[in-house]
């Protein structure tokens, strides 16, 4: 989704934002653009383009940058008007006087581009943001933060922005009301991004800013106050977690590739402290003061998109298996719109990786504005998901670079059978069924890193299959939802049509598109229902299918059915979508890379997705 990097300071400007907005390219953008406070002649430069980053650092090289200490930048992920040099970020006003970046979308900006328009300021873009920075020129009076938030004021919707002014080049202004903004303070130079990698470079000193605050940035200091009020708060910066090297690809060729090798440790991450095998349970600190509220939930709702939303159909199957208490899994976007039934006993968990999903977001606040609990499950710490709910279990999995999201979904599913354990302690577990779970938990990320060290068929089955143009993923059970992701996964980034499907669904419907061009990936593990989904295989094969297993190490049955066979070690039914799923990444990511394709920047998609 679109990325913000500001930089006031002693430093050469144009350097520190193009390297910041390299640093956000992962989240996915169409065109990118610098705004320069220009230290000579005391104007704004800005240079804008459609494309890469690369097009943009070109088009500078091209025209000289001037000198400059401060400076804003964008990526832009096009909502309004279509991605070229002109829609691209920052906008400015009418008179080059002043510019700005923003993440978010005014909703009201139709209405007020016509009032402006009326009062003569000239648009030569189809986007949102430029009517903000009309607006800000519209109330400016030689005091550029009042008339930041007497603008403010008048917008409906959603910002992280930050505003430069040829009038007062020693300052960037920057607000937040829906889009993430971190500051980064250094000596003699403070940072703003939309995200904490564009800056960790330089510090890991950051204040998070809230929604409605304002804050005003020169090199050495900062000052905060509220769009509402002129009274200034404390700015309370505190020290990142995040280093440089998680955010790097050591070694790797994509940051895909490195996350779907980083799974053994963060997994372990997800577990440590948490495993307690003296009383054979789950300890979660961050939500045991809703531990009574879950006990005695009449529903939980699990709510969520894309692959957090597969992570929470397990989550279901987790924590009903263990506790009995009946649970759901909505769609956010879906949740938010439907006047979802919540009584007083509903408890709500949103589950994402970023913390930002504007749909998550959503979902949080219908629920707790029908007076839920609501709990989250979230990787990023300090997001804005995980701020707004009431408690949580953060993930622990680092940061997830790749677009296509894989170690956050094992770390959600590890902390959906942690909940589960804990909970199901107080209802359905006896002490040796916990202490017997903890314990094959505790297995988990060494099984996951047996498979993927594991010289296995994986090469050779992509190779026979990259260039079909539709697959098949099968499962049932626990295992569904990772047909789910599977599917997911290579859609993604290799652009090949893939559907999930509950195996048994198949003669419903999907079994009429079985023939040796489209390859059926089955998950068929020794597990209560290995049987049912063996004669699934078979009638794939009956068709002249081509069937790809997945399968527990030892079992010689499979061989005879299936075309090609993946072996995973064995582990409890209710955890092997942790084992499985890790084939499927692997798959899903050598496919695309034998189709050239940009895996960590697959088209069209945003990391996170901060739009409705
Ligand atoms: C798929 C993927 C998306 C996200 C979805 C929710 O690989 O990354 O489907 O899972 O956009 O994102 P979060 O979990 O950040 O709320």
């Not at 933060?145 to 959603?158: H, M």
Request: with cysteine.
């Amino acid at each position: 989704m679109c990325g913000i990097v500001g930089y006031i300071g002693v430093k050469d400007s144009l350097n520190v934002l193009i390297d910041g907005l390299k640093r956000l390219e992962y989240r996915g953008y169409d065109s990118s653009g610098v705004s320069l406070l220009c230290k000579e002649t005391g104007n704004i430069k800005t240079i804008k383009k459609a494309g890469k980053i690369k097009d943009l650092e070109d088009e500078f090289k091209k025209n000289k940058p001037c000198k400059s200490h401060a400076g804003i930048a964008h990526t832009r992920w096009a909502t309004h008007g279509e991605p070229n040099d002109v829609n691209a970020h920052p906008h400015g006003d009418c008179f080059n006087k002043i510019s700005i970046v923003h993440n978010g979308i005014i909703e009201n900006y139709r209405s007020l581009k016509n009032y402006l328009a009326g009062k003569g300021h000239k648009f030569v873009s189809e986007t949102d943001t430029e009517v903000l920075a009309h607006l800000i020129e519209h109330f400016y009076r030689k005091d550029l933060i009042d008339a930041v938030k007497k603008a403010l004021l008048r917008v409906e919707g959603t910002y992280g922005i930050v505003v430069i002014s040829s009038d007062h080049p020693d300052m960037l202004v920057a607000a937040r009301k829906g889009s993430p903004l971190v500051i980064g303070r250094s000596d003699n130079e403070m940072f703003i991004a939309s995200d904490a990698s564009a800056i960790i470079a330089h510090t890991n000193q950051v204040l998070y800013m809230q929604d409605e605050d304002v804050a005003v940035l020169t090199k050495n200091d900062i000052e905060l106050s509220k769009v509402e009020s002129a009274k200034s708060i404390d700015p309370e910066f505190v020290e990142i977690e995040m280093t440089l090297s998680q955010i790097e690809k050591g070694g790797y060729d994509h940051f895909m590739l490195k996350e779907i090798f980083e799974q053994p440790e963060s997994l372990r991450d997800t577990e440590v402290g948490r495993l307690d095998k003296e009383n054979g349970t789950a300890r979660l600190n961050g939500i045991k003061d809703y531990f009574k509220k879950l006990l005695d939930a009449d529903r939980i709702v699990i709510t969520a998109c894309g692959t957090s939303w597969h992570a929470s159909l397990i989550g279901k199957s987790l924590i009903e298996t263990y506790t009995g208490i009946p649970v759901e899994v909505d769609y956010a976007s879906e949740f938010r719109y439907r006047n979802p039934i919540i009584t007083e006993r509903t408890v709500v968990i949103v589950v994402s990786q970023s913390g930002e999903t504007a749909d998550t977001l959503a979902a949080l606040r219908e629920a707790k504005s029908k007076g839920a609990s609501v709990l989250g499950i979230c990787n990023v710490v300090g997001s804005s998901i995980a701020r707004e709910t009431d408690a949580g279990i953060y993930t622990h999995a680092g940061p997830e670079i790749g677009v296509a999201s894989t170690k956050a979904f094992t770390a959600q599913v590890m902390a959906f059978a942690l909940l589960a354990i804990g909970l199901g302690r107080k209802k359905l577990l006896s002490f040796e069924q916990g202490l017997s779970l903890i314990n094959e938990l505790e297995k988990i990320p060494g099984k996951v890193n047996e498979i993927l060290h594991d010289k296995n068929k994986i090469e050779s089955i992509c190779r026979k299959t990259y260039k079909k143009k539709n697959f098949l993923y099968l499962g049932r059970g626990f295992n569904f939802p990772v047909a789910l992701e599977g599917a997911l996964k290579l859609k993604e980034i290799s652009y090949i049509h893939a559907e999930g499907y509950p195996a048994a669904e198949m003669k419903h419907g999907p079994i009429a598109l079985i023939d040796e061009n489209m390859p059926a990936l089955v998950i068929a593990l020794k597990d209560s229902i290995y049987e049912k989904i063996i004669s699934n295989i078979k009638e794939i094969k009956a068709r002249k299918g081509y069937v790809i297993a997945i399968a527990n190490k030892g079992d010689k049955e499979i061989k005879d059915i299936a075309d090609d066979v993946i072996y995973i070690p064995e582990t409890k039914e209710e955890f092997s979508p942790i084992l499985s799923i890790i084939p499927l990444q692997l798959i899903a990511y050598k496919i695309a890379v034998m189709r050239g394709l940009d895996v960590d920047m697959p088209r069209n998609l945003a990391k996170s997705v901060t739009v409705e």
